[in-house]
Protein backbone atom coordinates (compact mmCIF):
# COMPACT_ATOMS: atom_id res chain seq x y z
CA UNK A 1 0.00 0.00 0.00
CA UNK A 2 1.19 3.22 -0.84
CA UNK A 3 1.73 6.01 2.15
CA UNK A 4 2.79 9.86 1.43
CA UNK A 5 3.50 11.29 4.47
CA UNK A 6 4.17 15.34 4.47
CA UNK A 7 6.46 17.23 6.42
CA UNK A 8 7.85 20.98 6.82
CA UNK A 9 5.13 22.83 7.38
CA UNK A 10 4.64 25.53 9.56
CA UNK A 11 4.71 29.51 10.27
CA UNK A 12 6.39 31.86 7.82
CA UNK A 13 6.44 35.88 7.44
CA UNK A 14 5.69 37.26 3.93
CA UNK A 15 8.94 36.98 1.75
CA UNK A 16 10.28 33.72 3.59
CA UNK A 17 10.58 30.24 2.58
CA UNK A 18 9.93 26.97 3.37
CA UNK A 19 10.67 23.34 2.19
CA UNK A 20 8.16 20.92 2.20
CA UNK A 21 9.05 16.95 1.99
CA UNK A 22 6.83 13.94 1.08
CA UNK A 23 8.13 10.44 2.27
CA UNK A 24 7.01 7.81 -0.33
CA UNK A 25 6.32 4.13 0.40
CA UNK A 26 4.80 0.82 -0.25
CA UNK A 27 5.27 1.17 -3.93
CA UNK A 28 7.65 1.23 -7.21
CA UNK A 29 7.48 5.19 -8.58
CA UNK A 30 9.22 4.68 -11.41
CA UNK A 31 5.93 5.27 -13.20
CA UNK A 32 4.85 7.62 -11.10
CA UNK A 33 3.73 11.26 -11.27
CA UNK A 34 4.13 13.27 -8.15
CA UNK A 35 2.23 16.06 -7.40
CA UNK A 36 2.00 18.72 -4.47
CA UNK A 37 -1.96 20.26 -4.45
CA UNK A 38 -2.85 22.85 -1.50
CA UNK A 39 -6.65 23.79 0.03
CA UNK A 40 -7.35 26.88 1.78
CA UNK A 41 -10.72 27.36 3.79
CA UNK A 42 -13.85 27.61 1.68
CA UNK A 43 -11.67 26.69 -1.55
CA UNK A 44 -11.13 24.00 -4.07
CA UNK A 45 -8.24 22.00 -3.73
CA UNK A 46 -5.68 23.18 -6.35
CA UNK A 47 -2.44 22.02 -8.15
CA UNK A 48 0.45 23.48 -7.15
CA UNK A 49 3.75 21.41 -9.08
CA UNK A 50 4.02 17.99 -10.51
CA UNK A 51 6.93 15.97 -11.32
CA UNK A 52 7.85 12.94 -13.26
CA UNK A 53 9.45 10.42 -11.02
CA UNK A 54 11.30 9.09 -13.98
CA UNK A 55 13.05 12.09 -16.11
CA UNK A 56 12.21 14.57 -13.59
CA UNK A 57 10.33 16.44 -16.14
CA UNK A 58 8.22 19.60 -14.23
CA UNK A 59 4.88 21.68 -14.56
CA UNK A 60 3.77 24.39 -12.21
CA UNK A 61 0.79 27.03 -11.86
CA UNK A 62 1.08 29.93 -12.83
CA UNK A 63 0.89 31.49 -9.59
CA UNK A 64 3.85 29.66 -7.85
CA UNK A 65 6.07 29.57 -11.43
CA UNK A 66 9.35 30.99 -10.35
CA UNK A 67 8.89 30.53 -6.43
CA UNK A 68 8.44 27.70 -5.95
CA UNK A 69 10.52 24.47 -7.14
CA UNK A 70 9.59 20.92 -7.21
CA UNK A 71 12.72 17.92 -7.16
CA UNK A 72 12.67 14.20 -6.37
CA UNK A 73 15.10 12.02 -4.47
CA UNK A 74 15.27 8.99 -5.96
CA UNK A 75 17.72 7.39 -3.33
CA UNK A 76 15.11 8.95 -0.56
CA UNK A 77 12.03 8.23 -2.12
CA UNK A 78 11.25 12.17 -1.23
CA UNK A 79 9.53 14.81 -3.54
CA UNK A 80 10.35 18.34 -1.46
CA UNK A 81 8.65 21.54 -2.68
CA UNK A 82 10.84 24.83 -1.65
CA UNK A 83 8.79 27.29 -1.40
CA UNK A 84 10.52 30.73 -1.94
CA UNK A 85 8.71 34.38 -2.02
CA UNK A 86 5.96 33.52 0.54
CA UNK A 87 2.84 35.70 0.05
CA UNK A 88 -0.02 35.36 2.17
CA UNK A 89 -2.23 33.95 -0.53
CA UNK A 90 0.08 30.86 -0.36
CA UNK A 91 -1.67 29.84 3.21
CA UNK A 92 -3.48 26.64 2.86
CA UNK A 93 -3.14 22.81 3.45
CA UNK A 94 -0.79 21.32 1.17
CA UNK A 95 -0.80 17.99 -0.05
CA UNK A 96 1.54 15.20 -1.50
CA UNK A 97 -0.11 12.93 -4.09
CA UNK A 98 0.52 9.81 -6.71
CA UNK A 99 -0.61 8.99 -9.46
CA UNK A 100 0.50 5.79 -10.88
CA UNK A 101 1.06 6.55 -14.51
CA UNK A 102 2.37 9.86 -15.95
CA UNK A 103 1.36 13.74 -14.51
CA UNK A 104 -1.62 15.48 -14.63
CA UNK A 105 -3.30 18.68 -12.87
CA UNK A 106 -6.11 17.19 -12.00
CA UNK A 107 -6.91 16.00 -8.51
CA UNK A 108 -8.95 13.51 -9.60
CA UNK A 109 -6.64 11.65 -11.91
CA UNK A 110 -3.95 11.44 -8.63
CA UNK A 111 -4.46 7.47 -6.89
CA UNK A 112 -2.64 8.50 -3.16
CA UNK A 113 -2.76 11.40 -1.02
CA UNK A 114 -1.27 11.91 2.33
CA UNK A 115 -2.50 13.81 5.12
CA UNK A 116 -1.28 17.41 4.55
CA UNK A 117 0.63 19.71 6.39
CA UNK A 118 -0.25 23.28 7.30
CA UNK A 119 1.38 26.71 5.65
CA UNK A 120 0.65 29.80 7.24
CA UNK A 121 1.79 33.10 5.64
CA UNK A 122 1.15 36.07 7.68
CA UNK A 123 1.34 39.58 6.27
Known amino acids: QVQLVESGGGLVQAGGSLRLSCAAS????????MGWFRQAPGKEREFVAV????????YYADSVKGRFTISRDNAKNTVDLQMNSLKPEDTAVYYCAARRQGWSSRPYEFNYWGQGTQVTVSS
Open 51 to 58: ILWSGGST
Open 26 to 33: GGTFSTYG
